[in-house]
């Protein structure tokens, strides 16, 4: 049976989730994340709990036969950008997944990249995704454009997380 949590890790600034699934020993062996595309009232656009919904869906719906354990890491009702990093804690050889806000693409990857930091997770860093969302604090939709990058994949990670 998996189990579902949803964490809130530092300020909120989306309307969106990250979703992390791990195998029966513990490995990390999918993520991915679910944003609102469009400001409030428009169709693509739903809270931070609907976003955890639909990531752990997606998630299973990508994650191989052997996911037993799904994890929500980030979630939020604000509009802002967001970066999931991944990196290795060398004295504990673990994986360590986080995620970072910010007002600016540069202010979410270096808001990350401390949490990976603060957590002794200083080698094999990499960023995972990076996206823009919209949240509840979102006007009325409009005509610009955000992209949504996924900047690294790895395999199947080796180490417990």
Not at 6 to 16: E, K, L, M, N, W
Not at 40 to 67: I, P, T, V
Request: positive net charge; aromatic residues 8%.
């Amino acid at each position: 049976m998996a189990t579902i949590g949803c964490v809130i890790a530092y300020p909120t600034f989306a309307g969106d989730a990250i979703a992390i699934g791990y195998n029966y020993d513990g490995v990390w062996t999918a993520v991915t994340y679910n944003r609102s595309s469009t400001p409030k009232g428009g169709a693509h656009y739903h809270d931070a709990s609907k976003a955890c919904e639909f990531a752990l869906r997606d998630l299973r719906a990508r994650a191989s036969e052997d996911l037993v354990r799904t994890e929500i890491v980030g979630q939020s009702d604000r509009t802002g950008y967001v970066a999931v990093v991944r990196g290795t804690a060398p004295a504990r050889d673990t994986a360590v997944t986080a995620v970072g806000r910010g007002k600016s693409q540069a202010e979410a990857d270096s808001n990350a990249l401390k949490v990976l930091s603060e957590r002794d997770a200083t080698t094999e860093e990499a960023i995972v995704y990076r996206y823009f969302s919209y949240g509840a604090d979102s006007g009325r939709p409009s005509n610009s454009k955000h992209s949504i990058r996924r900047i690294a994949t790895s395999a199947t990670n080796k180490r417990r997380t």
